[in-house]
C-alpha cells in the first residue's frame, strides 16, 4: 500500500521533534485518512462475540469491514444485520460476507488485516495462519493459551514480519496506566520491592447438565483443539444488549462468554484480567524481555472450586478455574510480585518502592507523589516514548477515558501499518506478560512452588509442573509448525 507523503513528514516530524524538544502530541483524524474511502484497510474480522463486537464498533471508523466469521451463526449474521458494519459505496453501506469458518476470510486475497477475538484457545492458531497469508493481525488478549504457545507466537511474529497489536488497551490510558509506567521507570518511587496486582476472583458454578446444541452453533469447531465434550447449559437470561442476540443465552456453560472459567479454553482471571494488570506491572516496570522474569512462582495459597488431582480437575460439569488466590512471584533481585484476587487497595496494581508506593487502576492513580503534583514532571515527548515513539492520534468525537484507549490501541495499529513502527502492545513484550498469566495458573493448579528458568524459558525441577508447558492438540486442529 503507497504511503502518502503527508503521512511520512508526520511520522518524520515526530521523531524529529522529540530530539528537538518539541512532538506533536495529538494528530487531527486526516492523519489516518481513514475518512477516505481509496485509502482505507479491508478487514476481516473472526469472532465477533461481545468482544468482538466491541472491536468491530471501533474499527468501522477506520477500515472497511469486508468479512465477518463466527463460529455461532447468530453472531455473525447478528453483526452485520443490527449494526451496520461494512464499507461506503456512496452513499450505501455495502455489508461484509459472512462467514462461519475462518479459513474463507484469510484465503482471501483482497483482505489487509484481521481482528481475533475467538475464545483464548483459537488464539494463536488463527494468528499464526492469519501471519502466514500475509495479513496483518490484531488479536485479543490473553494472547495464547500455553506456554508453548508463547513461543510459537512470537516466532511467528518475527518469522513472518506484520505488524501485530495485541489487544491490551491498558497501555493506551495515559493519566492512568501511562503515567503509572513513567512514575517508576523514571525512579520516582526508588528501588521497586513489591507489586500487588489484584485482577478479582472467578465465579463458581452449579452442576451444568447436557444440553442440547444451538442449531447456530457449530460446537465441533468452537472445541477445536480442545478435547470433545458434550454442550453442557443451564439456566437462561436475556441476551444483554451488547451481544446483539435474538434469543436468551445460557446462565452457566461451556461456550461463548463463559469459556474463560474453564482451564481447557482459558485460564480463569490469570488470563482474563491478568493479561492486563501483570501487562502494566511488568511495563512499568520495563521487564518485558527473555531472562527477565521471575525465578520461582508460589501457588500454595489457592482455591478451585471442585477437586483437582495433579494439576487436573475432577469434575467435568462445573467451572474449574481458581477462585481465590495469592500467587507470589519471585525475582533474583529480590522483588516480589503477588497476583492476587482481593488486596487491599482494589482492583489495579500497586508499586511499593523505597520512595513511596503508588496505585493505579482504571480511572485513576493514587499516591503521596500524585497529590504533590508528580504528572506535572513529564512532557509529551515522555509519553511518546512509552509508544515506541508513534504519534498519537486524537479523534474529531472527543473520546475520553476507557473508550479513548480503545480507541487509541486500533488508531496505533492501523498507524503502524501505514506508516512502519512497533505498536504500543508488541508481541514480543507480551509474552513475557502472557509467560506469568500460565506460570501461575499451573503453580495454583498444582498448589505448589515451581521453578521457572526465564532466559531458557521452562519450568524447571518438577516434571509434572514441566508437562503443563504445552498441551496436546486435537488431530485436524493442530497449530502450524514455524
Known amino acids: 500500500m503507497t504511503h502518502l507523503s503527508r503521512r511520512n513528514f508526520l511520522k518524520t516530524s515526530a521523531i524529529v521533534g522529540a530530539g528537538a524538544g518539541f512532538v506533536p502530541y495529538f494528530h487531527t483524524p486526516d492523519a489516518l485518512a481513514y475518512t477516505d474511502p481509496k485509502n482505507r484497510l479491508r478487514m476481516g474480522c473472526i469472532g465477533v462475540g461481545s468482544m468482538g463486537r466491541l472491536d468491530m464498533m471501533y474499527f468501522n471508523d477506520l477500515v472497511d469491514i469486508v468479512a465477518v466469521c463466527d463460529v455461532d451463526k447468530e453472531y455473525g449474521l447478528a453483526s452485520v444485520l443490527k449494526c451496520g458494519f461494512g464499507r461506503k459505496k456512496g452513499d450505501e453501506v455495502v455489508l461484509p460476507d459472512t462467514y462461519t469458518d475462518y479459513r474463507r476470510v484469510l484465503e482471501r486475497e483482497d483482505i489487509d488485516c484481521v481482528m481475533i477475538a475467538t475464545p483464548d484457545h483459537w488464539h494463536t492458531k488463527i494468528a499464526v495462519e492469519a501471519l502466514q497469508a500475509g495479513k496483518h493481525v490484531f488479536c485479543e488478549k490473553p494472547l495464547t493459551l500455553t506456554l508453548e504457545e508463547n513461543i510459537v507466537i512470537r516466532k511467528a511474529a518475527e518469522k513472518y514480519d506484520r505488524v501485530f497489536q495485541v489487544g491490551t488497551m491498558q497501555r493506551c490510558f495515559r493519566n492512568e496506566f501511562m503515567l503509572a509506567a513513567l512514575i517508576v521507570r523514571g525512579g520516582f518511587l526508588g528501588e521497586i520491592k513489591n507489586v500487588v496486582v489484584d485482577i478479582g476472583t472467578s465465579p463458581s458454578s452449579p452442576e451444568i447438565p447436557k444440553a442440547p446444541v444451538p442449531e447456530s452453533l457449530d460446537w465441533n469447531m468452537w472445541l477445536g483443539q480442545a478435547p470433545y465434550v458434550d454442550y453442557i447449559a443451564s439456566g437462561l437470561k436475556p441476551a444483554a ?182 505498536p504500543i502492545s508488541d508481541v514480543a513484550s507480551h509474552v513475557q506478560c502472557a509467560h506469568l498469566c500460565h506460570l501461575s495458573g499451573i503453580a495454583a493448579r498444582l498448589k505448589r512452588k515451581i521453578q521457572w528458568d526465564s532466559l531458557a524459558e521452562k519450568i524447571v525441577g518438577d516434571d509434572l509442573a514441566a508437562s503443563f508447558f504445552a498441551r496436546p492438540q486435537r488431530k485436524g486442529f493442530e497449530i502450524p509448525e514455524v
Open 241 to 422: 444488549s451488547w451481544e446483539y442476540r435474538t434469543s436468551p443465552r445460557p446462565e452457566f456453560g461451556r461456550g461463548h462468554f463463559q469459556f474463560r472459567w474453564w482451564y481447557e479454553y482459558s485460564g480463569g482471571k490469570f488470563t482474563d484480567w491478568g493479561a492486563h494488570h501483570i501487562d502494566i506491572a511488568l511495563w512499568a516496570l520495563n521487564r518485558q524481555t527473555i531472562g527477565s522474569g521471575p525465578v520461582e512462582i508460589d501457588g500454595t495459597d489457592s482455591v478451585h472450586p471442585v477437586e483437582f488431582r495433579d494439576g487436573y480437575p475432577l469434575v467435568d460439569n462445573r467451572y474449574n478455574t481458581a477462585t481465590d488466590f495469592n500467587i507470589y512471584h519471585r525475582f533474583d533481585d529480590g522483588m516480589v510480585m503477588n497476583v492476587c484476587s482481593r488486596s487491599r487497595d482494589g482492583n489495579g496494581v500497586l508499586f511499593e518502592g523505597t520512595k513511596g508506593r503508588i496505585h493505579v487502576s482504571r480511572g485513576r492513580v493514587k499516591g503521596k507523589l500524585i497529590e504533590e503534583g508528580i504528572a506535572e514532571e513529564f512532557k509529551p515527548e515522555d509519553y511518546l516514548a512509552l509508544n515506541n515513539g508513534v504519534p498519537f492520534d486524537e479523534n474529531a468525537a472527543g473520546r475520553r477515558n476507557q473508550d479513548h484507549a480503545y480507541w487509541e490501541n486500533k488508531c496505533n495499529w492501523i498507524r503502524c501499518i501505514r506508516e512502519g513502527g512497533k
